[in-house]
């Protein structure tokens, strides 16, 4: 795989806005479990030779970090063992069963569309300053459901995560054998804003 070009990483260390700490702490977590302390030090040193060097286990949960930051760290996860958008898709995923935030949101709401109508903007808040998570639809006899996040342009990466972070994220509140997330709209193909389209069985 070819290498991050030192543009691309300048541009993203641009974006303003912040993120919390636990939204890295996911994969470090990933890195872990899948590839363990020598995968970990694989992507640090990778993220070392981009001039932003990140010690995963010093990050703070619920500290602020640059938003750059977190397309960064996926991106030297991807060049480092070369995975392909599904892997990218499953780090989003895994994230929602280590995210604390996400987790006390679903622990005590019972009520989806309450949780999708409402508290939808209040989870992505904990987790970012910028960036605006607005829910379109939610239709339960035809399950399906349409998100759109707005002033949100980080990295193309970022989006495949996204993908599967929503999924995780309905398959908390949803008890279904199977949910699919489609971003229809991204702003990286000429649309205002990212929309995805979360169906369930």
Known sequence: MKGIAKEEVQK?????????????????????????????????????????????????TFGYYPVGLRALSLLAIKKVFDFDDKKIEEIGFFGTRVSLVAKFFIKYISSVPKVFLREGQKIWRKHWTIGRLVPIEFNKEKKYAVLQLKDFN???????????????LFSLIIKSPQITCQERKCPFKGDEYHEYLIKWQ
Do not use: A
Not at 154 to 168: A, D, N, Q, T, V
């Open 154 to 168: 980080l990295h193309p990466i970022y989006c495949i995560f996204l993908r599967g972070y929503m999924s995780g």
């Open 12 to 60: 993203l260390m641009e974006v303003k806005g912040e993120t919390r700490g636990v939204t890295l702490t996911i994969d470090r977590d990933y890195i872990l479990k899948n590839k363990g302390e020598e995968g970990l030090k694989k992507v640090e040193e990778e993220l070392g030779e981009l001039g932003y060097p990140i010690k995963y286990k010093e990050i703070e």
